[in-house]
């Protein structure tokens, strides 16, 4: 065989390249939370907190007990404002407008920014009308019930409940509930879907579902995790916020630590702290 | 009901295990080009294969990040623990390749002005078709889990082993011409790099036979020879 460049030797098939691993690169910041600390009465619970959350992706936040990472998760939608005492300073700039301003209707904020919690907590209802029920009080009720089939659909749960949605969502199970409680979050459209340890009263088959689940529901919602599960957010997040305790003569208060690409926290933290964490040395 | 689970996990493996495929096909063009060169005291394609090397080097960090990655976020256990780790070192010994084609083609530049021995160049030529082969059959025994093709790997290793000892007869049967005696010296260890190139795949071999039994052992090695 006469060969006189590389290019007509053995011609090969080129596997597809790598998809992009995601990044916050170009992406449009959905919080941007300048200098905000929150207190409970006169105790500081985290402090001075500095990050900016990007559309469509996961951001997980992680770190010991106690280190603040589900108030400041909560300070996302004024859900503290719910807790008597509960004081916000600094900011929270979500597409660029302080949730915490003057005439900003928090419930507006809650319709744009959903949460998931812990436990899941269903209605005493139907499995449809828990994810009716946002969607009749906001008034909207056109097209009912191809929203409440999308909604379903989207949490991975639709041809679970398909044959059963005037069944009791009582009947379901820990991690169905779970994907109904995040399908009532979702059924809304908000923009941001916030999750506060979404996994942690599941066994590990629910739980991977719904980190499944989160890996397809990024494409459409930006999603922020807060997670005791290191591995969980090793495993979803592409960025990964710690957030440790940081001592002081009055107790203590949460500090974000680092917080950069998962892989990253996960491969090189910058911080000592971080390291001693993700090592499980300390923390 | 045995639903697919972690499906970004078993992606990024699949993905990871293209990639490495693809650079086993690039280290088989370099090889092809590098016989090619040597064969034809071709400067120029010597050159390219010097510059291709790059691309298989830049291959070679590409899968050791998803590897990494792979080890930092997704813990894996069982068999795709062991594919991680097969997939790591196996990524290794395909680097080593390209290296090996390297060494050849900056020897075939220095002494490609030198009048070549035919019958070298010929038994040079048996012996890349006989790495390629080598190589092929460890990326596809890889590919198909194939334990029985992983293990032949050991008596082809054979046949470009003893087209080493032959090389190297024949150098010592012109050694006495000193026109010829760098020439020859140099040919020596190209025929020594490609004698490695198949050492290479043997290892593959061998990573292809921990992925499927789960047990760490060498084929053959000095100490215990093959037949042995």
Known sequence: MDTDTMDEVAPIEIAKPQEAKRSAAGREVVFDTRDLSISYGKSLAVGGVTLKAYENLVTAIIGPSGCGKSTFLRSLNRMNDLIPGARVDGEVLYHDQNIYANGVDPVEVRRRIGMVFQKPNPFPKSIYDNVAWGLRVLGMKDGLDDRVQRALTQAALWDEVKDRLKKGAFGLSGGQQQRLCIARAIAVEPDVVLLDEPASALDPIATAKIEDLMHELKNDYTLVIVTHNMQQAARVADMTAFFSLERTESGGHGVLVEYDETQKIFTQPSDKRTEGYVTGRFG | ?228
């Open chain 2, 1 to 228: 009901m045995a639903e697919q689970m972690r499906v970004t996990f078993q992606d990024e493996l699949e993905q990871v295990e293209a990639a490495l495929q693809e650079e086993g096909d690039y280290v088989l063009r370099s090889l092809r080009a590098t016989v090619n060169a040597l064969e034809q005291a071709d400067s120029e394609l010597a050159d390219e294969v010097i510059a291709f090397d790059d691309e298989i080097d830049n291959r070679y960090f590409s899968i050791q990040e998803g590897i990494q990655s792979l080890l930092a976020r997704q813990t894996p256990v069982a068999v795709d623990l062991r594919l991680v780790l097969a997939m790591l070192h196996t990524n290794l010994h395909l680097e080593r390749m390209g290296d090996y084609c390297v060494t050849i083609a900056k020897l075939t530049k220095l002494a490609s002005d030198a009048e070549q021995d035919e019958r070298l160049v010929q038994a040079f030529e048996e012996m890349g078709q006989r790495a390629e082969e080598m190589i092929r059959v460890a990326l596809v025994s890889f590919q198909r889990r194939d334990l029985a093709g992983a293990s032949s790997l050991v008596d082809l290793d054979e046949l470009i082993d003893r087209a080493n000892r032959r090389a190297v007869e024949r150098v010592l049967d012109f050694a006495d011409d000193v026109s010829k005696r760098e020439w020859g010296l140099r040919m020596i260890i190209v025929s020594r790099c490609l004698e490695r190139i198949g050492d290479h795949a043997v290892d593959i071999g061998e990573q292809t036979a921990y992925l499927i039994t789960g047990e760490f052992r060498e084929f053959t090695d000095a100490s215990h020879p093959a037949g042995s």
